[in-house]
Every structure is written in structure tokens, then in C-alpha cells.
């Protein structure tokens, strides 16, 4: 099945409200929105940081399932979160530029999800802001959260790319 963009993000936010990160992918949400939080004019701006991330890495796996993909954290020891951030922002920064060949289907279906999930953080997280934001400022916090929801995509590539993840044997055979 391949599914719509609106079903995609619809998914995404929905997995999103479970507990759908590795222990590793947790760690690294755990110390990115830490260092938002201290590092943003306002620390509840971190928590967008970490609610985006989630987003974007729950639209990845979604893609994963779609593509009839099944992949589990891989037991051989993770990475070190150093190793993942400079993977995930790797990733991130080809994804937003158009290169290299992360998207799983159809580029312009995934281009569309991804664009979907941050209107959706947009809204919710900055609405309330409107009319006390001059333009620069909203164009900065939008950019800020597109950058977090596609590195959340990223997070989840950047995990198979290090080994952190990979293949799960479906159906219980040897």
C-alpha cells in the first residue's frame, strides 16, 4: 500500500503519541531539547525541538512500515550520541537540500508529509504567537521547527546508516 501524504502525517502524529523511539533515538531527544532549552531565548522552545524530532522520525517510520520495512534497535551496542548527531545532521542538511537518497518512495510524497508535519507544528506551537512576533522572528521559528522535524527524519536514517537498527525477522522462524 502506499499511502497518501495526509496519511502519512495523520500516522505519524498518531504513532508519535506512543512511545516510538529506540532507547538510543530516546537519549538523543533527551539531550537535544537539554540543549534547547538552554540555549533558546525561552526554554519552552526546546520542547518544540523534541516534539518535532518525534514527528519527523515517527513520519520515517511510517515510511518504513509502508514500504513493508521492520526494523528494531540492533543489540551490538549503539553508537555514541556524538556520532549519531553528526550522522542525523548530516543527513538532515542533504535531506533538506535534495541530496543524497534518504526518502524511502516517492520524493515528492515524503517532500509533502514532512511539509505537512511542520505547518502542523507551526500551528500549534506558534499560533498563539502571531500577532507578538514581528516577521523575521516567525520566519526564524518556522525554520527553526522545519530543522528539527526533517532531523527527526534524519534521526531515524542516521540510526539504520550507524547500525543502530536494522532487519527484524517477522513471523517467529529461524
Known sequence: MTLEPEDLTYRARA????????????????RAVGEQRTSQPVPEIGIWAGGALIDGYCLRRVEEDDAGLTLGAVETGPPELDRLEEAASRVAAEVRTGAGDYLLGDDVRTVAALDRLVHSQVDRRLEHWRDSVDEKGWA???????????KGYALRVAEADLGAIGPVAVGGGS
Open 15 to 30: 504513532l508519535a503519541q506512543t512511545h516510538p523511539l529506540t532507547k538510543l533515538a530516546g537519549r538523543y531527544v533527551e
Open 140 to 150: 526564524e521559528l518556522e525554520e527553526y521547527l522545519t530543522w528539527w522535524v526533517v
